[in-house]
């Protein structure tokens, strides 16, 4: 199979849109105080994937991107003071999760990997709980939404960069089999992360 049919099965088997938290999200049935929980604990995610792009960003393209993962940690702070979040301590599963998205051990091709992963899922995501922010929960479009605004439209392009710098980089050498399980592992974080919020709440 096609390492891109690969890395698509994937994120399928991991799709967080199916995570009972995200279900709740979309059923509008979330309290304010689990969306705060969330708000904090995705905020240490949000600096490992900035982290994770900056450790790649060796082409002024690449160094874009990492500045513009940056830029999206004020996005996401406005979004947890929207719902009032507080900069709580990560979870057992978000730190794994932090571990995972911003591991310093793996090649440069495997974080391009990992990126993909998770930015290649984040329009459709974002989309789903920006319009339950609005429509389920009644906050207005602004601080609430900007971050998954953003997401809904950028990822779209990030994705596509991204996998352009890994057709570029990976060789007849490369392991395909390995570069399907970073991307397994760091879609799993994600999905672990949401099983600790959901056994905090």
Known sequence: MELWDRLDAAAERFDVLRHPFYVRWSEG?????????????????????????????GSPEAAAHAAEEESHIELWDEFARAVGADPDAPLPETSDC???????????????????????????????????????????????????????????????AGRTAISELRSDASDDGALVAEAERVLAANWRLLDGVERAS
């Open 29 to 57: 049935t979330l309290s304010r105080a689990e969306l705060g929980l969330y708000a904090g604990q995705y905020a240490h995610a949000v600096r490992a994937l900035a982290a994770a792009a900056r450790s790649v960003a």
């Open 98 to 160: 932090v571990h995972a998205w911003a591991d310093p051990d793996r090649s440069k091709l495997a974080t391009l990997v990992a990126l993909y992963a998770i930015e290649s899922a984040q329009p459709a995501i974002s989309e789903v709980k920006r319009d339950g922010l609005v429509d389920l929960y009644g906050y207005s479009p602004g601080p609430a939404t900007a971050y998954f605004d953003v997401h809904a439209e950028r990822d779209v392009e990030h994705a596509r």
